[in-house]
Every structure is written in structure tokens, then in C-alpha cells.
């Protein structure tokens, strides 16, 4: 853990973006937990964009954003989100509905069912800076293939570690003989990373998989916070991260899913720990559920609350892309300000698997999912419901 000043990373943050006449507001997401949202009281006036779920955005040149597995970053000083896509390259998508087991079974390792693009070593990281999830800048290729070892890159995770001032980027590589995940680094949001360790092994033997990195900061009596970050993977296994946030403490904590189930995101609101998951699925086409747990810790214990991504109006077919009502598979949920006051929208981010609306339906254009998620009093949420487009406030 590292000890931050919390008007340090506020209130000079703010006077910084004040400057440069970004929105201060979007500081209110910087380390993700809640606590800047007071931390200079500072409002501005918001507007509504609207999100559309059946379209690809276009990026500042024109063209559809490269897509895939995701991460979203919130900087630290440019008040821009920074969003990661695990760039699989341009093979057309594979629909395994057809099957015998259905949507979610083949996983691309089976003729005829095999995917070029899918296990295959020329994986890369690309990133979008946007202020508003309506303008979209390329900036690039953060991680390149020659920044890492030769393997099969999965599921990219960005933090800012304002201890090192470096940017952390966890990932699969899935080469032979790896143990655990690498962990690459950069000096700027856009990279490009350095991959630091090949392989981090965890302290626990459970499956290596899709996982999350989550930052969580707590505050002290004498006014300072204490940031810790946290790695969430399939199995489920919640490990500390040191402070550094390239290896694990050994302190860990388990849950366990209704179903197996993969794809977690972590996240806070209020004084409640969130993690979703959902049913596997191997970028099948039709997505899946949403599971969700409450904890008072970020190491639990955890309480398992109910599934809001299932389709409630008709029993689960195997064979239908219509099971679950976003027809997609989580990446992120991030907070965004809306600049009225203290409103935080906790957006829910998927992926569309197998959805690309361009010629040869390449994978790397396949549609996002875009949700505000609806939280009750006690902290619970409700159903998530399919909308063509959706709605969300931002800074004005």
C-alpha cells in the first residue's frame, strides 16, 4: 500500500483540468472508489449522448473502432477515459449456435468451428481516448506484439499507480510454460508498455483465466488515503496486489458462482464491493449472464445477489443467441460523472461477440454493449434490460 494525499490527487488534479478547461468532475473517477467526489466540491453543467448498441462508433479519421476484449481507464490528470481493446485481428466471427451443444460450447478448437484469428500469437493491445464515450481518438497500438513473449494474448488491464507514476497493464500471454499472468508497464496511458514480467505466478493454484484489476482507496484519520489494488480472476480468487501492483501479497479470498462462470469485473460504490460474472462463453455469439456479489471488503466476505443479465421472459435454450438480454459478455463497468452535483452512472461495457456489421464480419469490428446501470437503496440492482440506445449524462 502507499500513502497519497488525497487534495494532492483532488483538488490539484482539478485546478490542473480547471486550466486546460477540461471537465473538473471527471476527477471524481480517478481512482474509482468514491472518495474524490467531495473531495473539492466543485459542479458543472452536464449533457445527455446518447449510446447506441446496434452501431460501432466511428473514431475522429472515420473509421469503426477496433474492438474486443476491453478495459477502460480513467486518467489520472487528462480527464479522459482511456479504453483498451484486445485487437484479434480481422478473421470473420464464428457462430457456434448451431452446434449440438450450442452457443457457447465449441470455443473455436474443433473442426469446422476453428478460428484463425482466436489461439494465434499476433494478438495486439490498441487504445481510444475519448472525454465522453462519443468522441473517439486512436492513439494507437499500446502493447505490440514485439513487447511480449510469444504467446496467446488475452484480456488486457490497465491501472495508474500514482506511487510509481507508471501505468500497469496485466495480461494473458498463454505461452507454454507460463504460470500465471505478465504484467507490462508505461510511462503514458497510450504506451507503449513494456512487458516487465513474463509470467507473475498467484499465490493460489486455482484456473488462470479472465480476470480484473481493481483500485481501491480507503481514507485515513489524518486525512490521507491509502490506495491498494486488487486482482479478480476466473475460479473465483480475489488476490492483494503489492505496491507496485505487479505481484500478489499472498492475501486472497474465494467465492463461487451458481454456475462456472468467467469474466469478472470488480468495482465500488458507496461502502459496497461488486463483482459480476457470467456463464462461459468463449466469445460465442448470444453472450451471457450477469451474476452479481456484494462484499464489505474487497476481500469479501462475499454474497452472491442474484442475476440481472439473464432474459426473464422465456426458459434457456442452448441453442438460442437470445438467452441473455444484452447478448453480450461484460469487460467493464466504469463510474462517469455526470457534472450535476455528486451523480455518478456506473456503465456497464460488453462485447457483442460476433455481431460485425462490415464486410467479412472481422471479429476486430464486432458491437459493444453500452449499460447505465440501476441500483436500489440497499445497494442492489435491477434487471438489466435490452435498448437499441441508451442514454448518458457527462460534464458539459
Same mark, same amino acid.
Given at each position: 500500500?502507499?500513502?497519497?494525499?488525497?487534495?494532492?490527487?483532488?483538488?490539484? $488534479?482539478?485546478?490542473?483540468?480547471?486550466?486546460?478547461?477540461?471537465?473538473?468532475?471527471?476527477?471524481?473517477?480517478?481512482?474509482?472508489?468514491?472518495? /474524490?467526489?467531495?473531495? @473539492?466540491?466543485?459542479?458543472?453543467?452536464?449533457?445527455?449522448?446518447?449510446?447506441?448498441?446496434?452501431?460501432?462508433?466511428?473514431?475522429?479519421? #472515420?473509421?469503426?473502432? /477496433? !474492438?474486443?476484449?476491453?478495459?477502460? /481507464?480513467?486518467?489520472?490528470?487528462?480527464?479522459?477515459?482511456?479504453? $483498451?481493446?484486445?485487437?484479434?485481428?480481422?478473421?470473420?466471427?464464428?457462430?457456434?449456435?448451431?452446434?449440438?451443444?450450442?452457443?457457447?460450447? @465449441?470455443?473455436? !478448437?474443433?473442426?469446422?468451428?476453428?478460428?484463425?484469428?482466436?489461439?494465434?500469437?499476433?494478438?495486439?493491445?490498441?487504445?481510444?481516448?475519448?472525454?465522453?464515450?462519443?468522441?473517439?481518438? $486512436?492513439?494507437?497500438?499500446?502493447?505490440?506484439?514485439?513487447?511480449?513473449?510469444?504467446?496467446?494474448?488475452?484480456?488486457? +488491464?490497465?491501472?495508474?499507480?500514482?506511487?510509481?507514476?507508471?501505468?500497469?497493464?496485466?495480461?494473458?500471454?498463454?505461452?507454454?510454460?507460463?504460470?500465471?499472468?505478465?504484467?507490462?508497464?508505461?510511462?503514458?496511458?497510450? #504506451?507503449?508498455?513494456?512487458?516487465? +514480467?513474463?509470467?507473475?505466478?498467484?499465490?493460489?493454484?486455482?484456473?488462470?483465466?479472465?480476470? %480484473?484489476?481493481?483500485?481501491?482507496?480507503?481514507?485515513?484519520?489524518?486525512?490521507?488515503?491509502?490506495?491498494?489494488?486488487?486482482?479478480?480472476?476466473? #475460479?473465483?480468487?480475489?488476490?492483494?496486489?503489492?505496491?507496485?501492483?505487479?505481484?500478489?501479497?499472498?492475501?486472497?479470498?474465494?467465492?463461487?458462482?451458481?454456475?462456472?462462470?468467467?469474466?469478472?469485473?470488480?468495482?465500488?460504490?458507496?461502502?459496497?464491493? $461488486?463483482?459480476?460474472? #457470467?456463464?462461459?462463453?468463449?466469445?460465442?455469439?448470444?453472450?451471457?449472464?450477469?451474476?452479481?456479489?456484494?462484499?464489505?471488503? *474487497?476481500?469479501?466476505?462475499?454474497?452472491?445477489?442474484? %442475476?440481472?443479465?439473464?432474459?426473464? !421472459?422465456?426458459?434457456?435454450?442452448? +441453442?438460442? *443467441?437470445?438467452?441473455?438480454?444484452?447478448?453480450?459478455?461484460?469487460?467493464?463497468?466504469?463510474?462517469?460523472?455526470?457534472?450535476?452535483?455528486?451523480?455518478?452512472?456506473?456503465?456497464?461495457?460488453?462485447?457483442?461477440?460476433?455481431?460485425?456489421?462490415?464486410?467479412?464480419?472481422?471479429?476486430? +469490428?464486432?458491437?459493444?454493449?453500452?449499460?447505465?446501470?440501476?441500483?436500489?437503496?440497499?445497494?442492489?440492482?435491477? &434487471?438489466?434490460?435490452? &435498448?437499441?440506445?441508451?442514454?448518458?449524462?457527462?460534464?458539459?
Amino acid at each position: 500500500m502507499m500513502m497519497i494525499n488525497r487534495h494532492h490527487l483532488a483538488c490539484v $488534479y482539478r485546478d490542473f483540468m480547471m486550466a486546460a478547461g477540461l471537465a473538473a468532475a471527471v476527477v471524481a473517477t480517478v481512482l474509482v472508489s468514491g472518495l /474524490l467526489d467531495k473531495a @473539492c466540491g466543485t459542479t458543472v453543467e452536464s449533457r445527455t449522448i446518447t449510446l447506441d448498441n446496434t452501431k460501432l462508433p466511428l473514431d475522429t479519421s #472515420g473509421n469503426p473502432l /477496433l !474492438t474486443g476484449e476491453a478495459d477502460i /481507464l480513467v486518467h489520472p490528470s487528462d480527464g479522459h477515459f482511456y479504453v $483498451y481493446f484486445n485487437n484479434w485481428g480481422g478473421c470473420p466471427g464464428v457462430d457456434c449456435c448451431g452446434t449440438q451443444s450450442g452457443c457457447a460450447s @465449441c470455443c473455436f !478448437t474443433s473442426h469446422p468451428f476453428t478460428d484463425p484469428c482466436v489461439y494465434t500469437a499476433n494478438h495486439s493491445v490498441v487504445v481510444y481516448r475519448t472525454p465522453d464515450f462519443a468522441s473517439w481518438e $486512436y492513439r494507437g497500438v499500446a502493447l505490440n506484439v514485439s513487447a511480449r513473449k510469444a504467446g496467446v494474448e488475452f484480456r488486457p +488491464h490497465v491501472v495508474y499507480n500514482p506511487s510509481t507514476k507508471l501505468f500497469v497493464m496485466w495480461y494473458e500471454d498463454r505461452w507454454s510454460g507460463q504460470r500465471g499472468f505478465a504484467v507490462a508497464t508505461s510511462a503514458t496511458a497510450d #504506451g507503449p508498455f513494456t512487458t516487465l +514480467h513474463d509470467t507473475v505466478p498467484m499465490t493460489t493454484h486455482d484456473k488462470i483465466g479472465d480476470f %480484473d484489476i481493481f483500485v481501491d482507496v480507503s481514507e485515513a484519520a489524518d486525512g490521507t488515503t491509502k490506495a491498494t489494488a486488487y486482482h479478480v480472476r476466473t #475460479g473465483f480468487v480475489v488476490e492483494e496486489l503489492d505496491e507496485t501492483f505487479t505481484k500478489p501479497t499472498g492475501r486472497v479470498a474465494h467465492f463461487s458462482t451458481p454456475k462456472p462462470a468467467e469474466g469478472p469485473v470488480f468495482f465500488k460504490r458507496g461502502g459496497h464491493y $461488486y463483482i459480476f460474472a #457470467g456463464t462461459g462463453c468463449c466469445a460465442c455469439r448470444g453472450g451471457s449472464s450477469i451474476y452479481v456479489f456484494t462484499a464489505p471488503s *474487497p476481500l469479501g466476505p462475499f454474497t452472491y445477489r442474484g %442475476d440481472i443479465g439473464s432474459n426473464q !421472459t422465456s426458459g434457456f435454450d442452448p +441453442h438460442s *443467441p437470445w438467452n441473455y438480454v444484452t447478448r453480450a459478455q461484460a469487460s467493464k463497468v466504469v463510474p462517469v460523472p455526470s457534472g450535476t452535483g455528486s451523480d455518478t452512472t456506473y456503465l456497464w461495457m460488453g462485447n457483442q461477440w460476433v455481431t460485425s456489421q462490415y464486410p467479412g464480419r472481422p471479429r476486430n +469490428h464486432d458491437l459493444l454493449y453500452w449499460w447505465p446501470l440501476e441500483f436500489e437503496a440497499d445497494g442492489n440492482l435491477t &434487471q438489466v434490460r435490452y &435498448q437499441a440506445q441508451v442514454q448518458l449524462k457527462v460534464p458539459a
